[in-house]
């Protein structure tokens, strides 16, 4: 399946700041890739769609603003956390697949806003 | 109601036991189903896939979708401590990877040495 690496892995940032994360697709070249955020003790849900080339397409109740989402190439896609406050504290993941069944996930990053 | 029902557990059984896992769901589109591990601060672990109805085995692991009843089950055998994680079921209306899937809550498994 699909090798997708993260990073980082963890920050912390002020409040105000911005974060930019990053997801490599390693042994396969991925127009499409996901990301999700999960809460403690709560599912992951789906935030947007990053497709390589052209704009993400977000969820419903997701600030496409505040959540910026670039597919540059066909390795990598980068989700930059705009003014973070203290509720975008979330466990971010995104996943990259050929077909869905061998969706695999990248090792998350926790973000923490103080 | 939501998309996917999942019960969080905790679910603690001794080790050695069989455990199942459940997830029903609303969408009777969805034609691809999984089942994720993902251990504390960890990104989910593929288990198993299975397309439509019917059983899937893979090890001390078996996965099994009943679409007429929207139910899908994770059995695990012989349960070891190091299984002891949190148990996510996803589901999919297409296989072609070009749709994000949609997970339960996941269940908070512990096994018990």
């Known amino acids: 399946g699909a090798v997708v690496s993260q990073h980082p892995s963890r920050v912390i940032c002020k409040s105000g700041t911005s974060v930019k994360i990053e997801c490599r697709s390693l042994d396969f070249q991925a127009t499409t890739m996901f990301w999700y955020r999960q809460f403690p003790k709560q599912s992951l849900m789906l935030m947007a769609t990053?497709?390589?080339?052209?704009?993400?397409?977000?969820e419903q109740g997701v600030e496409k603003d505040k959540f910026l989402i670039n597919h540059a190439s066909l390795t990598l896609s980068t989700l930059t956390v705009t003014s973070a406050h203290p509720e975008d504290s979330s466990f971010y993941i995104c996943?990259?697949?050929?077909?869905?069944?061998?969706?695999?996930f990248g090792p998350g990053t926790r973000l923490t806003v103080l | 109601q939501k998309e996917v029902e999942q019960d969080p557990g905790p679910l603690s059984v001794p080790e050695g036991a069989i455990v199942s896992l459940n997830c029903t769901y609303s969408n009777s589109a969805f034609q691809y189903f999984m089942w994720y591990r993902q251990y504390s601060r960890k990104g989910p672990e593929l288990l198993m896939y299975?397309?439509?109805?019917g059983n899937k085995e893979d090890g001390r692991f078996t996965a099994q979708v009943d679409k007429s009843s929207k139910y899908i089950s994770l059995f695990i055998r012989d349960s070891q401590p190091s299984d002891s994680a949190t148990y996510l079921c996803a589901m999919s209306e297409s296989g072609g990877g070009a749709d994000g899937l949609t997970f339960g809550k996941g269940t908070h498994l512990i096994i018990q040495p």
């Open positions: 299975t397309y439509s109805s």
């Open positions: 996943s990259a697949s050929r077909e869905v069944r061998d969706t695999n």
């Open positions: 990053s497709n390589e080339g052209s704009k993400a397409t977000y």
